[in-house]
């Protein structure tokens, strides 16, 4: 095998652990994690009175996180919406050592830096518990409604145009925006858990709600003053968002995304919808449903809670093209030469 | 590879996460499996930057000859957030990283472990001030 398919075995394994560890993360949230609020699925705002702003809007500033063990789709083999308490910290515990396990020296997933010695893993941040086994709540069999067909010939003509512009490491242009430092996944909307450092902060003023995103440094400006959305030919990363509020819940409607986001693989036209509703001082209810008749046949809900956590937030500054990107580039053309110096050796 | 850089074939040693799923990027097209390596040097800079901090590492040879490495590590961001700053690793700080060497050759390397004079780990075991796995509030 050389070293190309090394690299990409490397990358399949990757993947496979990201599914297995989502699928482990499925059963709970974390133990030794941080004694974060322990939020059941009750009903939104009943018995909680949120404080205000100084302009009279119920209050949701401050450092949230939505890091969670619960994974976005319930796991083949669990068929009930929420774990009893139990079986939910059991759940936690198996998922926080599983992130623990050792990966095996001298194999393609052991080369990264010990993520526990920088305090990623989830067990030593905060986290937003539940009991759900899913974080999406409808469908209510958990899942993500199937794509469609119109959603599959997008993946197919997304993935001929990547192959057409080369190899991944051909080119700076052709590698992941998340590595480019563009944008990272979770940024939303929706926000979805990062992984790590999956904190936000929210920021309210007269007629606006600012949400900051740790992760790469997004920011989103939501005006509540019922202008109206921009014309389509007008896109951004993040889409463009405006929020109003109904009672105690901060109703967020986000469209005009431009698509090179891609939210599992929907189209620049999706609209999400944002529910926050404050249901504790430490708590926040987030809702978010996903309508994108190009990609599913019919909508999709989840429940993403946000705990309050530490702050302030850490500037991100995200600078990978200094290092990672030089060194992974370099690294392609080394192997390239490697090839070609073999080649011609066999040749001769 | 000269003088202090230890080619280590298997180290069972190793405390190893699966925690690289949630990686930034992917660490195995940036360095290379079959260059594993041990680096004992004094830290000359700790760059606290995102994505990935770096460790600048003055590694000394056999002949004298000092040579920087630059060591890869993680995102500073949570170890502030549990009271890490950048005197917590003082300049001069002895290190011992193991690790996988960058793919071109260059003197890069991820610190797959950092570990201190006394065998514990940077930033494990109580070993950084408000080091203890928690969030301040």
């Known amino acids: 095998m050389n070293r190309r398919s090394l690299v990409s075995v490397g990358i399949l394994v990757l993947v496979a652990a990201v599914v297995l560890s989502a699928t482990i993360a499925a059963q709970a949230p974390a133990s030794a994690a941080k004694a974060a609020p322990a939020a059941k699925a009750a009903p939104a705002g009943k018995a909680y009175t949120p404080p205000k702003t100084p302009d009279g809007q119920p209050d949701l500033q401050g450092f949230w996180t939505n890091s969670t063990y619960v994974p976005l789709e319930r796991p083949q083999g669990v068929t009930k919406e929420f774990y009893t308490p139990d079986e939910a910290e059991e759940a936690i515990k198996k998922a926080a050592a599983r992130e623990a396990e050792q990966t095996e020296p001298g194999t393609t997933a052991d080369v990264h830096y010990d993520f526990s010695q920088f305090g990623l893993d989830r067990s030593q941040s905060t986290i937003a518990k539940s009991l759900r086994t899913s974080l999406v709540v409808d469908p209510p069999d958990g899942k993500i409604p199937p794509v469609n067909a119109q959603g599959q010939k997008r993946a197919a003509d997304r993935a001929a145009a990547r192959k057409a512009a080369g190899g991944q490491y051909d080119s700076v242009q052709n590698m992941p925006i998340g590595s480019r430092c563009i944008i990272m996944g979770g940024a939303g909307p929706p926000m979805m858990n990062a992984g790590y450092n999956a904190n936000y902060q929210i920021v309210q003023s007269p007629g606006y709600v600012m949400i900051l995103t740790e992760m790469i440094h997004d920011v989103r400006v939501i005006p509540l003053d019922n202008r109206t959305q921009p014309p389509q030919g007008v896109r951004q990363w993040t889409g463009v968002s405006r929020g109003r509020w109904e009672g105690n819940t901060l109703v967020v409607e986000t469209t005009n995304f431009n698509g090179k986001n891609a939210f599992r693989g929907a189209s620049e036209n999706m609209k999400v919808t944002e529910r926050f509703t404050r249901v504790a001082d430490d708590m926040i209810d987030y809702k978010f449903t996903v309508e994108d008749p190009a990609t599913w046949d019919r909508t999709w809900t989840a429940e993403a809670p946000l705990a309050k956590t530490g702050g302030p937030i850490f500037e991100f500054a995200c600078h990978e093209t200094n290092y990672g990107i030089a060194n992974i580039l370099a690294g392609a053309r080394a192997e390239e030469k490697q090839k070609a110096e073999q080649a011609k050796k066999g040749s001769n | ?137």
């Open chain 2, 1 to 137: 590879m000269r003088a202090k850089l230890v080619v280590v074939v298997a180290c069972a040693g190793l405390l190893l996460m699966v925690g690289q799923a949630r990686a930034h990027h992917a660490f195995a097209a940036e360095f290379d499996v079959n260059k594993p390596l041990t680096l004992k040097g004094s830290l000359i800079k700790w760059e606290m930057v995102n994505p990935h901090s770096w460790f600048h590492v003055a590694v000394k040879e056999p002949d004298g000859k000092v040579t920087e490495w630059l060591i890869e590590g993680g995102s500073p961001n949570q170890l502030i957030r549990m009271g890490v700053t950048k005197n917590t690793v003082p300049i001069g700080t002895e290190l011992t990283i193991e690790g996988y060497r960058a793919k071109d050759g260059g003197l890069k390397a991820v610190g797959r472990n950092f570990v201190l004079p006394d065998g514990s780990r940077l930033f494990l075991g109580g070993s950084a001030p408000g080091g203890t796995g928690g969030d301040k509030k």
